[in-house]
């Protein structure tokens, strides 16, 4: 070989880094509803690749498979490019070319005659989109309360659970504490919710070590396969699981109490009087203010006050009542007396609902028994200085290192609603809701419980 060549020279040069685009815009991916932010590549106008954001503070940089997919949206041999119109029987695959003015016309025949006769004939989906309050708004306007996304019927009834509870939810409303939390429990998550966020936080907890992480999920794979423990639960069964989970934390005593009687309406008393329509509601002065029992005065007082000891239990006689409170007398229990009569009860201790869940009773007593050890023995005590709801100003902040997550798993069962709101409430009791090492809300949460908007419902008359 010749001094003057050297051998890099006999091979043909490679530029590893080609430049792929001539222009990037910033934008974020709805392949799921987590929203990473994403720079898109183009050239010559065409998407040539997607990658993701790494100043978006979401997903910092990392996009999952599906976020990369994103560009088959655009350029998928599938996609519709002009209206169809069916001309062989139903199924049958057979569909002629029209053009947009003959669609829009067709459209405009079949709705104007629904609506001036009964709109509520329409019954109105949409896919997963940006547009689902566009659409839904135009739904109620059109006159039919029939109307839907595709959040119905994927995760919008956990995200109610959660906006009726505790005024947010899981996976957009806020996230675990991955820097603090101790104690790690995710139900129902399948890898393609929230992915970039969790698999971020995953592997902060798996780095640093200092956290367990528990999966309950009826199949060990992705996310499960590297949990410390994997709960291999039958499905559908999620909330039976965690209401045992609560039958063994009353039991033992292990909640938080002052959280309770600080952030949540446990306290406020609910009157009892079958038969009536007073039944179950919350007890209230002449001026609507919830009562509570004072433990320091042996009175009944306004429960939003702070500078008062509120019973937690017990049952209370109304005759001291403010007048004006919409009762006449009668007793009267604290909301958290309803939650020990109804979660005491046998049928949901370890034992009764093993069988159902597939989950050893042993193997609950000690799952709940590692949740309380780490929301009360490895209390997160931190220096900071803040001032609450009420104004009043503490020193220090305490975190109940204990934090969930959950997804499409729990919530695409009938009774996904409910297990979300078991889930949320186990968080109160731990007191790990909005605090170091918990459930941390995003903002501009948490919304008020129960949210402003009201329900569409079914109105008695829809007019044209």
């Keep these: ?156 009834n956990m995200a109610a659970a959660g906006i009726y509870s505790i005024g947010g939810s899981f996976w957009e409303f806020g996230e675990p504490d991955w820097e603090n939390t101790r104690y790690f429990m995710m139900f129902g998550v399948a890898e393609d919710h929230d992915s970039n966020p969790i698999k971020t936080g995953l592997g902060k907890l798996k780095t640093q070590g200092q956290a367990k992480f528990v999966s309950v999920n009826p199949v060990r794979t992705g996310y499960s396969a590297i949990a410390d423990e994997w709960v291999g639960i039958r499905p559908g069964t999620d909330g039976l699981f965690v209401m045992a989970l609560i039958h063994e934390l009353l039991r033992n005593g292990k909640v938080d109490l002052e959280y309770l009687a600080r952030y949540t309406n446990a306290h406020w008393l609910v009157r009892k009087a079958p038969g009536t329509a007073e039944d179950g509601l919350f007890v209230r002065d002449a001026n609507g203010n919830p009562i509570a029992y004072d433990r320091n005065t042996d009175q009944l007082v306004d429960a939003t006050q702070t500078d008062i000891a509120p019973a937690m239990r017990g049952s209370f006689p109304l005759h001291q009542a403010t007048p004006g409170d919409g009762g006449a007398g009668g007793e009267a229990v604290p909301a958290f007396q309803l939650v020990l009569d109804r979660y005491l009860d046998g049928r949901y201790s370890p034992d009764a609902v093993a069988g159902e869940t597939g989950i050893d009773a042993d193997n609950i007593r000690r799952i709940a028994a590692e949740l309380a050890h780490a929301a009360f023995e490895q209390e997160i005590s931190l220096d900071v200085a803040w001032t609450d709801w009420a104004g009043n100003k503490h020193d220090k902040i305490v975190g109940r290192p204990v934090s969930m997550h959950a997804m499409r798993g729990i919530s695409a069962h009938s009774n996904g609603f409910q297990t979300c709101r078991a889930i949320h409430l186990l968080q109160m009791l731990l007191g790990s809701i909005d605090c170091p090492g918990g459930f941390r809300y995003k903002p501009p949460f948490p919304r008020p419980a129960p949210p402003g908007p009201k329900p569409a419902g079914k109105p008695d008359q829809v007019s044209p």
Aim: glycine share 10%; net charge neutral; with cysteine.
């Design 1 to 156: 070989m010749p001094d003057d060549i050297r051998p890099d020279d006999r091979y043909e040069h490679i530029d590893p880094s080609p430049d792929v685009s001539d222009e990037v815009k910033t934008t974020t991916c709805y392949m799921c509803a987590c929203r990473c932010g994403i720079r898109v590549h183009l050239k010559g106008g065409a998407i040539r690749y997607i990658e993701g954001n790494r100043d978006h503070p979401v997903n910092k940089g990392v996009l999952c498979a599906k976020g990369s997919a994103g560009i088959m949206q655009h350029y998928s041999p599938a996609r519709l490019s002009q209206p169809l119109r069916r001309v062989g029987p139903r199924g049958s695959g057979e569909f002629e070319a029209i053009s947009w003015d003959e669609a829009l016309q067709t459209a405009e025949d079949w709705l104007g005659s629904v609506r001036r006769t009964d709109p509520r004939k329409l019954a109105f989906f949409t896919g997963r989109d940006q547009s689902q309050s566009l659409t839904g708004f135009w739904a109620s306007q059109f006159g039919t309360p029939n109307h839907a996304a595709h959040g119905g019927f994927c995760s919008v």
